[in-house]
């Protein structure tokens, strides 16, 4: 029963997740400690193992709870069954299209190689854009929504190609019904009044590339001339996110082992106007940005004092929202999202600039990952399959791991470059994870708490 559950403490608040059902508990330290013992049959070793320390009644009292908690389904939850879907071929629900192999900034930690991911730098035409969204339309059976991601490098030094396939998808939802969700993903250097007004018009999401203070972002993101690029880009998604009301985008930076405390550049974020934010571990092998496993102790220690900051925040009517503490602890996603979750190399590929598939954009340029291309479609019939069943109940290292239905794996890319196969994470961001995972469980679950508190008694 015990790789059925995970009970942390963070401050003096003690939780109890029950792995299998995602249902999460705030408990007492006495509860918190009798589940080194319970099993769910053995409440007599519980009484014998912690009368000395608990009274025998609150003991009783809280065995009932804890039987009523796996009467319920919360507790001790059967183990998920792999839906039977994944033996099937998967449908393609998104393309991620790589509109610029090239890239007007030089950012000190980016995986692809400053936008020419390993080649030359060029940009899409319009034909292939095209053609891509013609394959999705093609392999995705009955499916409604589909999703384009326009990426690069930076998309921006592209927009002929982004405005030709905008047109063309938009006349493809008329001809077949579908609806497609359109996303462009920017450095905000190019981002003028007529590119923020044409954005507008096409419904077309953003996501903001900044690294939160001046400092440390004009230090990790300059131009091609070595030039700070911070005051240039706050000023165009400042109008960018004014135009559309503070809605349909959202700003992702990157931390390295140069901002630690990078609880500061989420904050100053915040404090520059922007509502909605996200802050990633780097991701680098033989680096010195990037982190190893004596780096853990300080990252953790900042994710508590990010968690302080995010509650007090939110206490003080001046909240905001950080894209890891968002978590529905109700209705967590199905379960194939639980077990395999971004679809990449099955229902989700990028597109290089010449055509060719790959699994995701961070594979874009590693030569054995290449599937086909939007003209032939998926050539290498074996890697798909091989992405598919490479859900968290096929990695050794996954199924026994309490987060194992949050993460759903990890990333594959970052399994790749470290290990060289999907299917062994990188050990480093699992930590990290599993880290950030606690403090989002801790953070959505006092707030819900104070929210049910704050409510009136009927």
């Known amino acids: 029963m015990k790789d059925r559950i995970h009970k942390f403490r963070q401050g003096d608040t003690y939780i109890l997740l029950d792995i299998n059902s ?26 014998a193992a912690l009368r000395s320390d608990y009274r025998e009644k609150d003991l009783q009292e809280a065995l009932g709870e804890l039987h009523s908690l796996m009467d319920a389904g919360q507790l001790f939850a059967p183990d998920i069954d792999v839906p039977p879907t994944f033996r099937q071929e998967g449908l393609v629900k998104s393309l991620c299209l790589m509109v610029a192999q090239d890239c007007n900034l030089r950012c000190r930690y980016c995986f692809g190689d400053a936008g020419s991911y390993g080649g030359e730098r060029a940009v899409m035409s319009p034909e292939v854009g095209r053609a891509a969204v013609d394959y999705l339309i093609s392999r995705c059976g009955q ?7 326009f990426f690069g490098g930076e998309p921006l030094m592209n927009m002929r190609t982004v405005k030709a396939v905008t047109e063309y998808v938009r006349q493809k939802e008329k001809e077949t019904g579908k609806s497609f969700k359109l996303t462009l993903t920017t450095n905000g250097v190019l981002l003028d009044d007529p590119t923020i007004l044409w954005l507008n018009e096409n419904r077309i999401s953003v996501v903001l590339s900044v690294d939160g ?10 131009d091609a001339g070595g030039n700070g690029t911070y ?7 400042r109008k960018l996110v004014d135009s559309r009301d503070g809605k349909n985008y959202y700003m992702r930076g990157t931390y390295t082992k140069e901002n630690l405390d990078f609880t500061e550049d989420v904050l100053a974020m915040k404090d520059a106007g922007f509502d909605i ?29 990010l968690t302080e900051a995010y509650l007090r925040r939110h206490r003080e009517g001046r909240g905001f929202f950080f894209f890891h503490f968002n978590m529905d602890l109700s209705n967590g996603p199905c379960v194939a999202k639980r077990l395999a979750g971004c679809g990449a190399g099955h229902e989700y590929y990028a597109v290089a600039e010449n ?28 890697l798909p399959r091989y992405f598919r069943e490479s859900h968290v109940l096929n990695k050794e290292t996954c199924k026994d791991c ?11 890319a970052n399994a790749d470059l470290f290990h060289g196969d999907i299917r062994k994470p990188y050990e480093v961001g699992c930590e990290i994870q599993k880290k950030r995972l606690e403090c989002a469980i ?4 006092l707030l819900a708490l104070e929210s049910m508190e704050g409510q009136p008694e009927t």
């Not at 005051?231 to 998604?237: A, C, E, K, S």
């Open 22 to 47: 995602g249902a999460v508990h705030v408990i007492d330290r006495m509860i918190y400690d009798m589940m080194d013992i319970f099993q769910g049959d053995n409440d007599e070793e519980v009484t």
């Open 143 to 149: 499916r409604k929504h589909c999703e384009i991601d």
């Open 213 to 222: 203070r001046k400092e440390v972002h004009d230090r990790m993101r300059p």
């Open 231 to 237: 005051d240039r880009v706050i000023r165009n998604f």
């Open 277 to 305: 934010l996200s802050v990633e571990p780097v991701v680098l092998k033989d680096n010195p940005l990037g982190f190893t496993e004596e780096d853990l102790p300080r990252i953790y220690a900042e994710y508590d004092r």
């Open 355 to 382: 055509g060719d598939l790959y699994p995701c954009h961070q594979f874009v340029g590693r030569k054995k990952y290449k599937l086909g291309n939007v003209y032939d479609g998926v050539q290498d019939t074996e």
């Open 402 to 412: 309490w987060a194992r239905f949050f993460c759903s794996g990890g990333c594959h």
């Open 442 to 445: 801790l953070v959505q679950a």
